[in-house]
């Protein structure tokens, strides 16, 4: 039943959405849950997904987490998309070659302790990126969105958001904010945000799955100067295994599963 509702939900957005009386842009953020290539880094370790290492992170394992990854990107079909988990420029190079849709990339390296980076896919014909920023667990990328400068601020970590928002109000106030990432409920409306993924959170909806229960680990935090729609999760069956109603994960305690990863993206579109 709840498979069900989200994509009727998702149905009934893009009705909505195509109302507007300015073609809308959606965008989406989405944790793909460790996108690693097959060789050995220098500054960190990740012996597990090498070839020989524990995960026998394979090429062939890696060319279908590749396949899987850019299908879920191509199925939504937005805009733009934000993407936590990747491990560096290469990766994403590869996972934009792979999608249908004609994306440019962005790319940061954070110097993380796993490798982990943000990037941003997106259409250069509706998003020009102007500045960007990088620093423990964030990416933060500005640029021209029709009539708006909007600011991307991609979180991986709640405690590093809260003050990095109160920062970029100081510094960027020319910037409409759109926060997207692991930020739990931290802000107010001193912010000047909204957290769009409420109403489906309400509504038992989630993007992680724990003890049986589906929890809004991913949120999407809308400037109240952005007009927008309610944010939701995108789900269709072949994300979920039909029997423990759990996302179908790359590995599951150790053991290659070949799915596609422990969460599922969420999304909102901006008018």
Request: glycine share 8%; hydrophobic share 35%.
């Amino acid at each position: 039943m709840w498979r069900l509702l989200i994509i009727f939900n998702f149905s009934c957005f893009i009705f909505n959405c195509t109302t507007y009386g300015r073609q809308p842009i959606g965008i989406a953020y989405y944790d793909v849950d460790r996108l690693y290539d097959t060789v050995p880094a220098l500054f960190y370790d990740d012996s597990d997904y090498t070839p020989e290492g524990r995960l026998r992170w394979t090429p062939e394992r890696y060319t279908r987490k590749i396949r899987n990854t850019a299908a879920v990107i191509d199925s939504m079909a937005l805009p733009i998309v934000a993407l936590w988990g990747v491990e560096n420029e290469q990766v994403v190079r590869d996972l934009a070659a792979a999608c249908r849709g004609d994306y440019s990339y962005l790319h940061r390296t954070l110097n993380s302790l796993d490798g982990m980076d943000f990037a941003l896919l997106y259409y250069g014909d509706l998003f020009y990126p102007t500045y960007d920023e990088s620093g423990r667990r964030y990416l933060y990328v500005e640029g021209e969105l029709g009539r708006d400068t909007v600011g991307l601020v991609l979180c991986s970590d709640p405690r590093t958001a809260r003050w990095l928002i109160g920062d970029l109000r100081e510094e960027r106030p020319h910037a409409k904010l759109l926060v997207m990432g692991r930020t739990e409920s931290l802000f107010t409306t001193d912010h000047g945000l909204r957290d769009r993924t409420l109403r489906a959170e309400k509504a038992g909806r989630g993007n992680v799955r724990s003890a049986r229960k589906w929890r809004m680990r991913d949120r999407i935090w809308a400037d109240t100067a952005l007009q927008t729609s309610e944010g939701d999760v995108f789900a269709r069956r072949y994300l979920v295994d039909q029997k423990s109603g759990n996302p179908l994960t790359t590995y599951s305690r150790g053991v290659y599963r070949g799915g596609y990863g422990y969460s599922l993206p969420v999304f909102v579109y901006i008018r």
